[in-house]
């Protein structure tokens, strides 16, 4: 299993969330954050906005999906055809395990 932690813009999270539960992956969290990437922040007159406003979406998947889900979250949350700085990162992390709080299953 894999953790995706994606971190976009919060105009695209609806939209990024609802490719997702369409393609078959209905389970996510998500989460308000602040943040700065390589666009490091963004300057209006002479006020530097350095914490913008992202989100960040959390899903478990098997090896056998990461490919494909991670396409369909970068189509989902790249703006116009080419993309543009602040669009995103997706973080990859092996899960060791996952368990059912209620059954206490291991999944």
Known sequence: ??????????EKSTIVMKALFDAGFPAITKLSVFGRGK????????????????DLLMITIHEKDKDFVIETIMDAARTGEKGQFGDGKIFVTPVEGSYTISSGKLD
């Not at 299993?1 to 919060?10: G, S």
């Not at 209006?44 to 914490?51: A, F, K, L, M, S």
């Open 39 to 54: 666009q490091r922040g963004i300057k209006v007159g002479n006020v530097t906005y350095d914490e913008l406003p992202k």
């Open 1 to 10: 299993m894999y953790l995706l932690r994606a971190i976009v813009r919060p």
